[in-house]
Structures are given as structure tokens and as C-alpha cells.
């Protein structure tokens, strides 16, 4: 017999001590699973597997499992996120056992590293999986009025709040899950290389989740990648090494500071540094030519 679970707001303690594989350890596994407590698991796709190397996360309800984004490698032999995610839903299950659970699969945006293991999802059964671009999302969410309102979804006693986040991506949603307090925000929001083509959405969305941690409605924020070491320097893309990371869990101040540096920024496009993230104003050649010269001159150092 299943007996129901409580899921009340801010009702989580976190486990935040936890050392990431980064690697440096060639035999480190396709992907690392942290519990953040019994309900809310982090999973990390090894940089072995993805330069990306992203964060993809699954929140427990009464009635059925969240699952947000399914990183970057449709081959399970490669990135055995299905095998990971059964395994983690039969244990949880041999916990907390109920008929029939369910589990919906969905997508912080639609780039590839974090919708290519979609596929491995499409024959699970009692599974939905939400298309990623941005008519599929307004139409399963309902959220009719894009990009304004929000959505709930209700995981059974867990009602977690989907934002619409364009910006970064003109699909973008953010999720805040009351009861661990923390915004799964993507790509909007992380410790790198924050990329904004459309850059008067992204100061709407970002001023809209500075508002909503103000209210004191988050605590902890977390995006899908890590791209700055301790020393607030960004990695070159593409490498497979991130020594000395720094940790992906923000506190919920971060969002003002970023929204402060968006707005000092919005009129000049470019590349501008600030402590803990960078803002790449706008989709320009330069810029981009300029990752990609850094990144080969760092792959010609390290062979």
C-alpha cells in the first residue's frame, strides 16, 4: 500500500558537499548521480563523454518523476542515461512503492546536448516526453500567454512552477521546485559563458527570476554546466579537463547580480567578464571566432 508523501515548501535539506568528476580522471564513469536529498537527484554526464558535460536532474512526486533534460549522446552504450534513470526510479520505488508511477521527460531548451537522449526514453513505458521547441512547450505546459504567466506541474503533493526563460533560447522555460527551494534554470543562468542573442528577452526573463528569488521563494539555483574554475576563469570550449571547478549551486542572490550586469551591458555587444560569469552580448562573429582559436590553442598545449 503507498502512503502519500509531504512535500512542503522548503521542506528539503541539501546535500551540497560534493565533489564533481571535472575530468581529470580518464577512468571516471559516463555519468556521476548526486542526491541532493531522497527525492531530488542531480545526474552529471561525464566530460569524457561531452565537452558540455551537463547537468540533468530528476525530482520524485507521489505519482510520477520529473525528469529535466537528457543530455548530450543518443547512444545509452556512450551515456546510459535510461539505465540510470530506471534504476534510480526502481530503488526509489522499493522505498516508496506505488502502482503505475509515471515519469515526464522535459527539456530546459532545445540544443542538442541537452535533448539528444531523448530517444532512449521513446518505448518507456508510462513515459511522456515533451517535445523541446517552443510551440510544443507552450502547448503541453499551457502556457498560452508565451512568454508571459507560468505553469504548474503537479508530481503528486510536489507542484513544481515552470517559467518561460527566453533569451538564451527562445524556448527556454526555468523550473523552481518549492520544496528543495531550488530554480533549475538551464542555460539562462550558470557558473560560464552565459551566450544571449535575443538580449531584451533575456533581461525580461532574468529580471523576472531576480523578482521571484527576492520574494525569497529560492535558495539555491542551479544551471545545466560548469564553465569557470576557481578563479573565475572560463575553460576553453571543447576540453575535456576542468580542473578545479567551480561549485554549479548559486545562491539565489546570484540572479540580481546577473540582472545588474545584463543591464550594464544590454546596448554593447560583446564579450563582457564579470565575477562568477560571463555575458556574451549578442551572436557576433568575433566572438565566437575567438572561442574557437582559444580552444585550439589549448588542445595544442595539452598534446
Known amino acids: 500500500m503507498s502512503h502519500p508523501i509531504a512535500f512542503p515548501a522548503g521542506g528539503a535539506p541539501h546535500d551540497l558537499k560534493v565533489t564533481w568528476n571535472n575530468g581529470t580522471d580518464p577512468e571516471e564513469p559516463p555519468a556521476q548521480v548526486h542526491h541532493l536529498e531522497e527525492h531530488t537527484v542531480v545526474i552529471r554526464q561525464s566530460l569524457r563523454t561531452s565537452a558540455e558535460a551537463p547537468f540533468v536532474v530528476l525530482l520524485f512526486g507521489d505519482e510520477r518523476a520529473f525528469l529535466l533534460d537528457t543530455g548530450d549522446e543518443r547512444d545509452s552504450s556512450v551515456w546510459p542515461l535510461r539505465p540510470i534513470v530506471d534504476e534510480l526510479v526502481s530503488s526509489w520505488l522499493s522505498r516508496h512503492p506505488r502502482e503505475g508511477y509515471g515519469l515526464t521527460v522535459a527539456h530546459t531548451h532545445a540544443h542538442r546536448d541537452h535533448t539528444a537522449g531523448d530517444a532512449q526514453f521513446a518505448d518507456r513505458p508510462h513515459t511522456t516526453v515533451v517535445g523541446a521547441e517552443v510551440d510544443e512547450v507552450r502547448e503541453f505546459f499551457g502556457l498560452h500567454d508565451w512568454p508571459n504567466g ?4 503537479d508530481l503528486g503533493g ?6 518561460p526563460s527566453p533569451g538564451h533560447h527562445e524556448s527556454a522555460i526555468s523550473v523552481l521546485d518549492p520544496y528543495s527551494g ?3 534554470s538551464g542555460d539562462t543562468v550558470y557558473p560560464g559563458r552565459l551566450y544571449v542573442p535575443d538580449m531584451a528577452a533575456f533581461l525580461a526573463t532574468i529580471d523576472r527570476l531576480a523578482e521571484l528569488a527576492e520574494s525569497g521563494g529560492i535558495s539555491h539555483v542551479l544551471g545545466c554546466h560548469i564553465e569557470l574554475d576557481g578563479d573565475g576563469r572560463d575553460y576553453a570550449m571543447g576540453v575535456r579537463e576542468h580542473p578545479m571547478e567551480q561549485s554549479p549551486f548559486m545562491p539565489a ?3 540580481a547580480v546577473i540582472r545588474g550586469a545584463a543591464q550594464s551591458v544590454a546596448h554593447s555587444p560583446g564579450v563582457h567578464r564579470f565575477d ?3 555575458i556574451y552580448n549578442g551572436n557576433r562573429f568575433r566572438d565566437q571566432v575567438g572561442l574557437l582559436i582559444r580552444s585550439w590553442r589549448s588542445r595544442l598545449r595539452s598534446s
Open 182 to 184: 531550488f530554480l533549475f
Open 276 to 278: 562568477g560569469f560571463v
Open 150 to 153: 507560468s505553469a504548474t506541474v
Open 253 to 255: 542572490d546570484r540572479l
Open 158 to 163: 510536489r507542484r513544481l512552477e515552470v517559467i
